[in-house]
C-alpha cells in the first residue's frame, strides 16, 4: 500500500538541534519531503547527532524565501497551532484530521506547516492554510518543541490510511498556487468595484482568503472562481468603453 503524500514545511525555525530532531521524526512516519523558510538556522553537529540515521533527509532539506512559495506546489496545506479557532477558517482537532485526509484523497499532496519555537505561526501565516490543526496543548505551557509536534501530527495522519481513495473523491485538486493565483485575480476585481474604500485593504483580503482557502479546492473550483473575477473585469471595462463590444 503506497504511502500518503505528505510533506513538512518547517518555519523559521531557531535550533540547529531542532533540525535533527525534525528529520529523524519525518523519516520515522515515512515523509521523505522536509522544507524551511527563512530566516532559520543552519544545519550543524548537533543536528546531524539529532538526525540519528536521517542524515540524508537533513542534507536534502529544501530552505525557501517565505511560506508561500514553499507550499505553492501542494493541494492541501495544513497549519499548526495551539491557538483555539477565533475565526471563519477551518479548524480542526487531531481526532479530525483522518477524516479531512479522507476527504482530500490518498493521491493529494499534503503540507504540514510547523511554527518557529518561541512563537508559532502568525495570523498572516495561518490565513494561508486550507486548515488549521489545534493541538491540545496544556494551555498553561500552551508551545511544543517543533519534532515533537511533528511526531504527534504524523502519528495521527498516517492512522489514516486507506488502501484506495474514498468514494467521492473530486479528482484533482488545486495546488496552492493556483488558489493564491484566483484570490490575486479577485483582489483586482474587489478593488475595481470599490470594495476596499472604507480603507483596511489587507485585512478584507486577509478575511476573503480565509472564505476561498478555508478548505481545500479542486482544480475547477479555482478555475471557476478566477473566471467569475475575470468576467467581472471584462464587464467593468465594457461599461468604461461600450465601444469594445
Known amino acids: 500500500m503506497a504511502l500518503r503524500k505528505l510533506s513538512a514545511v518547517l518555519v523559521r525555525t531557531h535550533t540547529p538541534g531542532n533540525l535533527g530532531s525534525a528529520a529523524r521524526v519525518a523519516k520515522n512516519f515515512g515523509v521523505s519531503d522536509l522544507r524551511l523558510v527563512e530566516p532559520a538556522a543552519a544545519p550543524d553537529e548537533d543536528s546531524l547527532r539529532l538526525a540519528s540515521g536521517a542524515d540524508d533527509l537533513l542534507a536534502r532539506l529544501r530552505r525557501f524565501p517565505d511560506l508561500t512559495s ?55 501565516e495561518r490565513s494561508r492554510a486550507s486548515a488549521c490543526l489545534r493541538l491540545p496543548s496544556h494551555p498553561d505551557f500552551p508551545t511544543l518543541n517543533v519534532s515533537h509536534a511533528m511526531a504527534a501530527v504524523l502519528a495521527v495522519a498516517r492512522m489514516s490510511e486507506e488502501p484506495e481513495a474514498p468514494a467521492g473523491d473530486p479528482g484533482e485538486w488545486a495546488a496552492a498556487r493556483d488558489v493564491e493565483g484566483a484570490i490575486e485575480h479577485w483582489d483586482r476585481a474587489l478593488d475595481a468595484i470599490g470594495f476596499y474604500d472604507t480603507g483596511h485593504r489587507d485585512r478584507s483580503l486577509r478575511a476573503w482568503r480565509k472564505i476561498v482557502a478555508g478548505r481545500p479546492l479542486s482544480a475547477r473550483e479555482a478555475a471557476i472562481l478566477r473566471g467569475v473575477a475575470n468576467r467581472v473585469m471584462v464587464a467593468l471595462r465594457l461599461r468604461k468603453d461600450p465601444s469594445l463590444r
Open 70 to 124: 514553499s507550499v505553492a506546489d501542494f493541494d492541501a496545506v495544513v497549519a499548526t497551532s495551539s491557538l483555539r479557532g477565533r475565526d471563519e477558517q477551518r479548524f480542526l482537532t487531531l481526532a479530525e484530521l483522518p477524516g479531512f485526509l479522507a476527504e482530500l484523497g490518498q493521491d493529494a499532496r499534503t503540507a504540514f506547516v510547523f511554527g518557529p519555537e518561541r512563537s508559532g505561526l502568525t495570523e498572516e
